[in-house]
């Protein structure tokens, strides 16, 4: 197989299981059911992770919930807009360079995960507001 059909094919994948995802999290609210898993970290040491509400968040922007998908876990979007300009870039569909190919960003990238998680999980303003 070619690498060109092959890049095709996993991209019509993607595409497939990024729609089921999609349907998922729009007719099922994380909230409700028991369809979701909840955060192991969060069920045993009692602190919000870095992904805290992200589900929920995920289920009221597809529902066009804007300041309710915020409140939930505010670090989602700009992940969106850095994961999907890799994917374009990736696909070739947006020239240039993925936010995510620099040397530094693997390290860039922890120190934001790690410094949102120390940051929402103390009890004062303002940081009170990242919790979900």
């Known amino acids: 197989m070619r690498a060109a059909t092959k890049k095709k094919y996993l991209i019509i994948i993607f595409g497939v299981l990024s729609v089921l995802a999609i349907l998922l999290y729009f ?13 192991p970290f969060y069920h045993f040491a009692g602190i919000y992770c870095s992904g805290c509400g992200t589900q929920r968040a995920i289920h009221d922007l597809l529902h066009l919930r804007i300041t309710d998908a915020l409140s939930h876990n505010i670090l989602l979007f700009p992940a969106i807009i850095v994961v999907f300009q890799h994917i374009l870039v990736k696909t070739g569909i947006l020239r240039g360079r993925s936010l995510l190919g620099y040397r530094h960003a693997p390290i860039v990238v922890m120190i934001i995960v790690v410094l949102f998680m120390v940051l929402r999980n103390l009890k004062f303003y303002p940081f009170e507001y990242l919790a979900p």
């Open 27 to 39: 007719s099922f609210n994380p909230e409700n059911g028991l369809l979701f898993p909840k955060c």
